[in-house]
């Protein structure tokens, strides 16, 4: 079976479940629609949808760049096993007991600003990261692990 014109309505085209093609006409008088039902236009509810899996795969990439550079962390700042190891179950860690936190506060306030003040907050964390001098952590990681 393929698709053909529904008999008595020119404006309707029939395609039956087994035919690959999509229909490329709608019943006389009826548009796609452009409004889901709670009154957002379909383009905004799309990107939203678009912006929310980019916020998805930035804190994945996040989640797992401690991971991914830890040799040169630990080069770097000069630290042992010990202390990297430390720094990486921290950092996941706070994932983990933060994910409940903000689903709480997720259920019951205004998720849009919940949202921007997480994306703030954690832009502002990463940017002041940048900035610890490398003797910070030589003096916190000195006795945490290392086998002399």
């Not at 020119?10 to 629609?33: F, I, M, N, Y």
């Not at 700042?77 to 983990?96: A, C, K, N, P, R």
Request: with cysteine; hydrophobic share 45%.
């Amino acid at each position: 079976m393929g698709q053909g014109k529904a008999p008595g309505n020119p404006g309707v085209v029939v395609v039956s479940p087994l035919s690959p093609s999509r229909p490329t006409a709608l019943p006389h008088g009826v548009s796609r629609p452009t409004a889901l039902p709670h009154g957002v236009s379909l383009a905004r509810a799309r990107l939203t949808v678009a912006v929310l899996c980019y916020v998805n795969l930035l804190n994945y990439m996040d989640r797992f760049t401690v991971a991914s550079v830890l040799p040169e962390v630990e080069d770097f700042f000069g630290i042992g096993d010990g202390s990297s190891g430390l720094l990486q179950t921290v950092f996941i860690s706070s994932y983990m007991v933060l994910a409940p936190v903000f689903g709480y506060l997720g259920d019951r306030h205004n998720r849009k600003r919940l949202l921007c003040l997480g994306i703030a907050l954690w832009s502002a964390v990463t940017l002041a990261s940048s900035f610890v001098p490398r003797e910070v952590w030589g003096r916190c990681g000195a006795d945490v692990g290392q086998i002399h």
